[in-house]
């Protein structure tokens, strides 16, 4: 036992360092064998970024004589188009791009025409998939870029820059409007910049092919979010966050191990002035190893001779360890006794140096290691009482944890049970669609129930639509929904009511009765239209709810009542009927607030009406079918990655 314990220590404190110094002899020859390689490899990869920056210069300097042929074209286009915007008593976001840029004369298939809000969003194009394309998906530099436009409010137009939507290179300009409220966009392809583009990237795709080493050499435009010029290669998002210093330095490396294999990403910024893109970043990919160098036979001889001597070294002081051992057999044996009992004599002090003073202290020891154990028995006294406290606070936990999920287990079973009941109550939407085929319902509640809901019957030869969204959380509005269906279904099914008005006054008086002791907060905004098909007459009513109606590219909005069902405003509430004419071309649109409450992706800014409105209009003329799909995408792209905050019920049809 003594002799493995005081090896064991040997071979830690002494043979194992003795190895890591021969290990690290014999690795720096290695490393000074590879050396010549790496370094060779170095100088070409500094000769390849010099000619890589050299072929980006001479790429932007051919396509500056391009574009020094376009401008003059551009400008008198973009002026044309202003003007007529400016003397048009058309919304920019509707007039028809496509008419004026027939009326240019241009080659269709190498210009298209963009509306921007001041918000950099594309409300009107030729180039439909741009369509509320934002420009701050480009970066913060594009959106400066445009209020640099606003505020200046004369034409610019600058350098080519990438589209990697298309894979060409495409030039732009930018003119605001008279009024200072939008920007006309021209785009102009270039069938000499696309040869530009094809020989850059063929270059690009041959060079790396000359060196088994390089994997891969490309192109990235926009230093804040770079876009590739090859379509089916991205910028790997794990390396955005050197972006900002690679614009500082010029150049940067980064190691990364993909599937197994090491590769080094060779970054170049060159920040010439390519449009508003802030600059092109070159990337070369690498191998990181491009094989070891083989080990000749100096190297193994040498390997042989410093294992021999090691050896020899190792023999030596083993020899030496075995006496230490004799003569430190007493000490060790007392210590292992101390370790294991009390002992109850002390050790003879004997022999001259060091010996007496350590055997000195070990006396020391044992005088003061009975008090210490008889502490420790008294440690280990109040660790048990913990430990058995513990265990009694953790079985509490458990039980209450378990109480808990019986809880919430009970609450989505009562959830459940309320979405079947509003489920039975409200009618089907495969009835509504098949009554009025040209409709959608979009309805999105934010939990499993909600207070939104939607309700149609047909009686007196009348068709009775109703739109409702109910106070309180999604629990209580729940209720409430469940309460205004039932009431509704007595007013217009049983007692035959087919006035949208008087609907409205008798659910509001039924509520008041059922919640007269005033305890219960209650209020329903709602909005009920009538359609008469065989007479075209169409009257709507409301309680604090609009509806939207557009025709012939007109939009309306007719509010109705400004207080809620069971809303107490202190004097008698008047619900009045408004006529509505309609024509085949007329659609109707009623919603609750829940879309217009939506936050924005920074989570501070609301859809709000206007917005929705233009929307409205912009979707009016589509097929019925895509227009639920387009509120559905829109409202996706406006809140990005922050969360539905309201219920959302939206009905749109045509009589």
């Excluded at 990235?220 to 090859?230: D, G, I, Q």
């Excluded at 729940?478 to 049983?494: E, H, K």
Aim: charged share 20%; aromatic share 12%.
């Amino acid at each position: 036992m003594k002799t493995k314990s005081t090896m064991r220590v040997f071979i830690l404190k002494l043979i194992l360092p003795i190895v890591v110094l021969f290990f690290l002899a014999n690795t720096i020859n290695i490393i000074s064998d590879l050396r010549h390689n790496q370094v060779h490899r170095a100088e070409i990869q500094e000769s390849l970024n010099s000619e890589l920056r050299s072929f980006v210069e001479l790429q932007y300097a051919s396509l500056q004589v391009i574009e020094q042929s376009m401008e003059a074209e551009m400008l008198r286009n973009s002026n044309i188009i202003v003007n007529a915007i400016s003397e048009s008593a058309v919304n920019p976001e509707n007039v028809d791009l496509f008419a004026m840029r027939d009326k240019l004369g241009v080659d269709t298939s190498l210009c298209d025409l963009y509306i921007i809000n001041r918000d950099g969003v594309i409300v009107n194009t030729t180039y439909k998939s741009d369509l509320y394309f934002s420009f701050a998906n480009f970066g913060q530099n594009h959106i400066l870029y445009l209020y640099e436009c606003f505020r200046n409010k004369e034409f610019i137009t600058p350098a080519f820059f990438f589209d990697s939507k298309s894979e060409r290179y495409r030039k732009y300009s930018y003119h605001p409007t008279a009024d200072g409220r939008y920007i006309v966009e021209i785009g102009y392809y270039s069938p000499l910049a696309d040869e530009i583009y094809s020989y850059v990237s063929n270059f690009m795709q041959n060079r790396a092919l000359e060196t088994d080493w390089i994997v891969e050499i490309n192109q990235y435009a926009y230093l804040e979010r770079p876009k590739s010029f090859n379509i089916k290669s991205q910028f790997p998002r794990e390396h955005y966050s050197i972006l900002h210093e690679l614009k500082e330095k010029g150049e940067m490396s980064i190691s990364q191990t993909e599937d197994g294999n090491q590769y080094i990403y060779n970054y170049l910024f060159d920040n010439l002035p390519y449009g508003i893109s802030d600059g092109i970043i070159i990337c070369v990919k690498t191998k990181a190893h491009i094989g070891l160098a083989q080990f000749d036979n100096n190297i193994i001889q040498q390997i042989f001779v410093d294992i021999f001597f090691l050896i020899l070294i190792i023999i030596v002081f083993i020899a030496s360890v075995r006496q230490w051992n004799q003569k430190s057999g007493i000490i060790i044996t007392a210590i292992e006794n101390i370790a294991e009992t009390v002992p109850q004599r002390k050790l003879p002090i004997e022999g001259r140096g060091d010996y007496p003073r350590l055997v000195s202290n070990i006396n020391n020891i044992i005088e003061n290691i009975g008090q210490y154990k008889s502490n420790i028995q008294h440690i280990k006294q109040q660790l048990n009482f913990a430990s058995h406290r513990v265990f009694e606070l953790q079985e509490s936990v458990r039980i209450q944890q378990q109480m808990l999920d019986n809880t919430r287990v009970d609450e989505n079973e009562s959830l459940n049970y309320i979405r079947k009941i509003e489920q039975a109550l409200m009618p089907k939407q495969q009835d509504f669609i098949a009554q009025f085929p040209q409709s959608f319902i979009y309805h999105k509640q934010r939990l499993p129930v909600g207070g939104n809901f939607f309700w149609q019957t047909a009686t007196e030869g009348k068709n009775v639509i109703v739109v409702a969204d109910c106070s309180g959380n999604a629990l209580s509005s729940a209720f409430l929904s469940i309460i205004g269906v039932t009431i509704l279904n007595n007013i217009v099914r049983v007692q035959n009511v087919a006035v949208p008005a008087l609907i409205l006054d008798k659910l509001d008086l039924a509520l008041k009765d059922l919640f007269s002791d005033n305890q219960y907060f209650c209020e329903i905004s709602m909005a009920v239209c009538t359609i008469d098909t065989a007479s075209r007459q169409f009257t709507f009513s409301s309680a604090n709810m609009p509806i939207t109606t557009v025709s012939n590219g007109v939009i309306q909005m007719h509010k109705g009542g400004n207080f809620a069902i069971g809303e107490d405003i202190g004097i008698p509430k008047v619900f009045n009927n408004i006529d509505i004419p309609y024509d085949s071309s007329s659609t109707f649109y009623l919603s609750t607030k829940g879309y217009l409450s939506q936050f924005d992706a920074t989570d501070t800014k609301k859809l709000n009406y206007s917005n929705f409105r233009k929307l409205l209009a912009s979707i009016s003329t589509m097929p019925i079918i895509e227009q639920q799909k387009t509120l559905d995408n829109y409202l996706l792209a406006w809140r990005g990655k922050t969360p539905q905050t309201d219920d959302i019920l939206i009905v749109g049809f045509k009589c």
